[in-house]
């Protein structure tokens, strides 16, 4: 085994462990915290976005339109603030010259997954915040690890060349485990080790739809903010995915699943 596809993995720990602990401790805390740090990742998120896309199109003004109707929608009832939070992204449309198409729709994904995430940890607690946050960090760390150690046949290398078959079924596994630790702890049922699976595979479409992106633009990171990792958008095109797919499950089953409520 070659040291040189483990160079990175120091740097890549500790950011890592920097980024978790910060964020953890944000859905711990909850309320405004919580809520404010859903904005500003979301609109670090734009802003990389659009720098990725068209160099010459204002990312910064996109980045804080997005995060203002981000900061409308978490503060007012949702049927209301939901065409508020969308507004912005016809702005983008409209001064962007190149790739608008892919502005919209992943502009549009950002930010109903930062209410999501706010919703979800207003509605079910710290909880079931961190169950989603952790089957998003296992996917990725499992996936990491096992792809490296074990290599094998690509899973869609024309996108993504370092994913593995191996390292995916390996964030399958790790995100199942989450799944069943979380049914053995608190009184939701055996569902949640399926549903877990499911957010596993969406956090994976994430991470590839966002490296499809960056193929496209050109680039290796979305930006240089986070060391060993990239941007912001490469560290959370994960839990991206996932959130927008739970915004779905949350209307398919009850969640969570046999938990009674009300």
């Not at 983008?92 to 995430?117: D, E, H, Q, S, W």
């Not at 839990?239 to 915004?247: P, R, T």
């Amino acid at each position: 085994m070659s040291m040189g596809r483990w160079n990175d993995l120091g740097e890549r720990i500790g950011v890592g462990a920097v980024v978790a602990g910060v964020g953890l401790l944000c859905v711990w805390i909850g309320g405004a915290v919580f809520g404010i740090l859903t904005i500003v990742i979301s609109a670090i998120m734009v802003w990389e976005l659009v720098r990725m896309l068209d160099a010459d199109a204002p990312a910064v003004g996109l980045a804080l339109a997005s995060g203002a109707g981000l900061v409308v929608a978490e503060v007012l009832p949702a049927a209301y603030a939901l065409p508020l939070l969308i507004a912005p992204v016809f702005y983008g449309v409209t001064v962007l010259k190149r790739r608008r198409v892919i502005y919209a729709i992943f502009t549009v994904l950002i930010v109903l997954a930062g209410l999501g995430l706010y919703i979800l940890r207003t509605q079910n607690g710290a909880i079931w915040m961190l169950w989603l946050a952790l089957v998003v960090i296992a996917t990725d760390v499992f996936g990491y690890l096992v792809g490296r150690t074990m290599g094998g046949p690509k899973l869609w290398p024309r996108v993504s060349p370092n994913k593995t078959w191996s390292g995916t079924v390996a964030g399958w596994v790790a995100a199942g485990g989450v799944g069943a630790i979380f049914a053995i702890w608190t009184e939701a049922n055996a569902e949640i080790v399926p549903v877990s699976i499911a957010l596993s595979m969406a956090a994976q479409i994430g991470d590839i739809a966002e490296s499809s992106v960056k193929r496209r633009a050109g680039v290796k990171d979305s930006s240089s903010l986070l060391p060993g990792h990239g941007g912001l958008f490469d560290r959370f095109d994960g839990m991206l995915g996932a959130a927008v797919l739970f915004l779905l499950v949350a209307q398919i089953i009850d969640f969570p699943p046999g938990i009674v409520t009300g």
